[in-house]
């Protein structure tokens, strides 16, 4: 029985979707096997009608088999899961995910709660279902989540748990100079580099400062260490990353550098305004030298768009935007403004603030 | 290989072998984190202390901080040369700088007085002047944004979880901005010889607005009826612009949202935690990937 697409029409699959090719035509369709996948925004639409679904049919079990109604909608989503796989060839199709992660997490939930009721070993059962999903269904966001548990699941204290993501993060980082046959497995590895160092900053500090920031000028060296982890794998990140030409490292070496900047917040002693734009302007002065340096390719890396975007991500840029224009600051100066009190023409605004 | 032509067969083999290396998205994500500190850090000035700045001062200082920002697209207009994303970036400084010192100053000035909402009409104007001449779609966003704003509506799909949602005004309010910024696309259209130079920009905020005014209605008992026939027409224009212009985020936009309609109605009149809303939400669920799932095999045939 075929069960997932073999390693060679993956990478034809990825290649389709490289070139913005459909996978049905030639001469992709000679090589993908028949099966069919979904471009970035479907994806997630069906991965959210999938929830829904499951959702939808744990709440009919609950009234026709009380007491069993978990294991029955997880065994259901499973069974359907498999039924889009195997039977209609869904991979990456959203939807197919969505129900087998489900699926299997309910199973997971119905084991751990009728075996004990320590955290530690449900989150194990969490770790085991996301991870079996994640080779399943070949999604890195499974594998990357399914460490995360396993972490938690080893019932260490906080500098243990932070470290031992760091160490996951440097494993993955050096295993990706290997290259893989599938580009999912790439794809997993790549995602491990990225969420790992951050996790592992999220485990290290501790609660109160991520709250109140930390005085570091009178801080004990154990305390600098939080800072110092972020800054040395970001490091490590950015030689790794420049050297083998990839990008999930320089990703995870910019989120690595923003840890640390949130991290050494109270350093300065600024307000929080003066920092955010103080810093802003710096990076942005960074950023611009880098853009202007690199429009012409040094040691082959450049700053210039190689690729377009595809049209569908193309609207991501302009939403982003949008979403930074400032709030007009009478409509916040006025706390019992109604923003659908007036009339037509006036933004809602009655003026009577 | 002999179905890509040669400039995308060299340009697929340059990255596979990473003979070429871009940082491009990696800059422009840097670039806009560095925009959103700033603007952040600037909002929370002009928050937290008001009382403490001369406003005259302040708003000199921002106005003198968003000119210089405009002054590198400026410069590469002048000469005719493309703007670089740094300038686009700093370009969208200039202006989020102008929004923020203009609704300062009018709340420090009162010059609109009880028609204070009239400044944000003004940013429109203002934003989508600089956007034409400067041919800049991240500004193009801001003055559609200050248009919605204008019309009452702020702060984007935060208001999809605020209690103003389900007020009939809103629904009417999103439709009629979708509809003005529809227009403001035709004349467009028709002014420029090859064809609407921010087409996408437009098709997407009024694709949203006038979804979520059409959800408003389903939201609210008196116009039910009339926001589910919108949304089903609403869905079936999106559906039809995505198949036609090969876009598919229109056609995920007519399937989600018609589920998301439905489904509220169903909540709103069959409990949503019986066997009978339940079952009709899964339907209405299972409908929808059905139709997404064929609509996207369709798409990607026509436009292969």
């Not at chain 1, 088999?65 to 959203?94: K, Y």
């Amino acid at each position: 029985m075929i069960w997932r697409p073999a390693s060679s029409q993956e990478r034809w699959l990825a290649l389709a979707r490289r070139l913005r090719r459909s996978a049905r035509t030639a001469p992709f369709a000679e090589h993908t096997g028949g099966w069919r996948t979904a471009n970035v925004w479907s994806r997630c639409a069906f991965f959210v009608l999938g929830l829904v679904a499951a959702l939808m049919m744990a709440i009919i079990g609950s009234h026709l088999w009380p007491g069993f109604e978990t294991t029955i909608t997880g065994l259901m989503a499973i069974a359907t899961a498999e039924w889009l796989i195997l039977g209609r060839r869904h991979f990456h199709s959203g939807i197919e995910e969505s129900l087998e992660v489900t699926g299997l997490s309910m199973l997971a939930y119905e084991g751990w709660s009728r075996l004990t009721t320590s955290e530690y070993v449900g989150a194990a059962f969490l770790g085991s279902a996301l991870l079996i999903a994640g080779f399943r269904v070949l999604s890195p966001i499974f594998t990357a989540l399914s460490t995360l548990c396993f972490v938690l699941a080893l019932d260490a204290p906080p500098w243990g748990s932070g470290l031992a993501c760091y160490a996951i993060g440097l494993v993955a980082l050096i295993t990706g100079r290997h290259r893989f046959r599938r580009p999912s497995y790439d794809l997993m590895l790549d995602y491990l580099v990225i969420v790992m160092p951050v996790a592992g900053y999220l485990w290290s500090t501790s609660r109160s400062n991520l709250m109140i920031g930390t005085d570091y000028l009178h801080a004990s060296l154990a305390q600098w260490l939080v800072p110092a982890c972020s800054l040395a794998y970001a490091a490590i990140a950015l030689a790794i990353g420049l050297r083998r030409r990839v990008h999930a490292p320089l990703v995870s070496c910019m989120l690595c550098l923003a840890c640390c900047a949130y991290e050494l917040r109270a350093l300065t002693g600024l307000t929080l305004e003066a920092r955010l734009i103080a810093w802003g302007c710096v990076l942005l002065a960074i950023s611009m030298t880098l853009e202007r340096y690199l429009r012409v390719p040094h040691k082959e890396i450049t700053s210039q768009r190689i690729q377009d975007d595809a049209n569908s991500l193309r609207i991501l840029d302009v939403a982003g935007s949008a979403a930074l224009m400032p709030h007009s600051p009478i409509r916040a100066a006025v706390p019992n403004f109604e923003g659908g009190g007036g009339q037509f023409g006036g933004g809602g605004a009655s003026g009577e603030y | 290989m002999g179905f890509l032509d040669e400039g995308t067969a060299v340009e697929s083999i340059a990255l596979e072998r990473r003979i070429v290396f871009s940082v491009f998205e990696e800059l422009r994500a840097a670039l806009y984190a560095s925009v959103a500190l700033v603007i952040t850090g600037v909002g929370i000035l002009v928050k937290e202390h008001l009382d403490r700045i001369g406003p005259l001062t302040f708003v000199f200082v921002l106005a003198l901080a968003a000119t210089a920002c405009y002054m590198p697209a400026l410069h590469a207009r002048s000469r005719g040369i493309a703007r670089s994303t740094a300038a686009e970036y700093l370009l969208l400084l200039g202006a989020l700088l102008v929004s923020a010192d203009l609704g300062y100053a009018e709340l420090q000035y009162r010059w609109f007085g009880a028609n204070w909402s009239r400044h944000l009409l003004i940013l429109a104007t203002l934003h989508g002047f600089t956007a034409y001449a400067l041919y800049s779609r991240l500004v193009l966003s801001l003055a559609l944004t200050s248009l919605a704003a204008w019309f009452g509506i702020e702060g984007g799909s935060a208001i999809m979880m605020g209690s103003h949602f389900a007020t009939p005004g809103l629904g009417s309010r999103a439709v009629l901005c979708a509809a003005v910024m529809l227009m403001w696309r035709a004349i467009d259209e028709h002014v420029h010889t090859g064809g609407a130079r921010f087409r996408e920009v437009f098709d997407h905020f009024a694709a949203n607005l006038a979804f979520w005014g059409a959800l408003s209605w389903c939201s609210d008992e008196s116009r039910r009826v009339v926001g589910i026939l919108v949304l089903l027409t609403l869905a079936w224009a999106a559906v039809r612009t995505g198949m036609r212009s090969g876009r598919e985020l229109f056609v995920v936009y007519g399937v989600g949202y018609t589920a998301l309609g439905l489904s509220i109605v169903v909540g709103q009149i069959v409990a949503l935690p019986s066997v009978s809303g339940a079952a009709a939400v899964l339907v209405i669920v299972l409908i929808a990937a059905a139709v997404l799932r064929h609509l996207h095999d369709q798409l990607k045939d026509e436009h292969r």
